[in-house]
């Protein structure tokens, strides 16, 4: 099994399995940073410094405790081209840093792609950890379980007051990042978004769009995560976010009881629109496209259109720059993009039509 399988198809393994409040929460994630002692950040490490950092970690993964994680597939990204890096950062697999920035950057993938360790990124190690819906616990445990079987076989940078030692400051201390990615159109329909997300800034929470820190929100999705690394432990870290996503879930299915008993017409309708525009458009560009798959997502949900959440996970992907040029087997103006977007939508819609 070579890497083709990770850039050729759009929907993980992982996120065909169920997940806790998967109307709402698209995916969790959990990531440790972690560098070695010995050696700069990959910032400051030279070519040689950063290939004797991926060849530690290399031989790391032949544990025979890291079987339990399946195999884990090498990518190095030196070998890949543009479209295929493109693609893994639409898919999560990797970070836009291990491509933009990284000197003998890899990636090591499981089979299900629900484990990534990247080397050689913004710091020396990266364990990255996706579950499906709501699954913060989960995706932590298993992060901190390879993390584990990393730290019994190279030094980590360590300082007894700070914690773990990071390129950037903002993660010093436990290193550990968990996001959620929720899909809140009820409350960005009526209007009580802003007041949500501005509350849990003040919690020591972080709002970014569905990419991290800069990126855009599109489609009503939001990736919510701990702005916090240090001065918390990390179970407090997972339990305040938990708490807070699981009250932020609360606030969105109360905004879905209110735009039924209220405006029952009025959604129907907008969803059934976005529905037959996505079914029937010609041309689509990405943001019309992400806003529309949000208007069919709560359709699925209110039990006005039926389609599979996966079939709409998928087109999440599918209709994304890199994974279109991809398909289509080479670069693409904006314009032929949105041509060809409206094309995959429409069919993957007939297909999975029930």
Sequence with gaps: MGNLQFTEQPLSEWMNRDGNESNIVISTRVRIARNLVECPFPILATNQQSEEVLNQFEQVLSDERMQPFGQLHPIELDDLDDLDKQVLVEKHLISPSLVTESRNGAAFISDDESLSI????????RIQCLYPGLQVKEAWEKASAVDDIFEDHVDYAFDDKRGYLTSCPTNVGTGLRASVMIHLP????TSQIGRILSAVTQVGLAVRGIYGEGSETVGNLFQISNQITLGQNESEIID?????????IEHEKAAREKLLSDSRIRIMDRIM???GILSYSEIIDSKEAAQRLSDVRLGVDLGFVNVPFHALNELNVMTQPGFLQKRQGGNMSPGERDIYRAKVIREHLKDNLQ
């Design 118 to 125: 990247m080397v050689n990124e913004e710091d020396h190690l």
């Design 273 to 275: 629109r976005s529905y």
């Design 186 to 189: 009820a409350l960005a329909l």
């Design 240 to 248: 305040n976010l938990y708490g807070v996503v699981v009250q932020i």
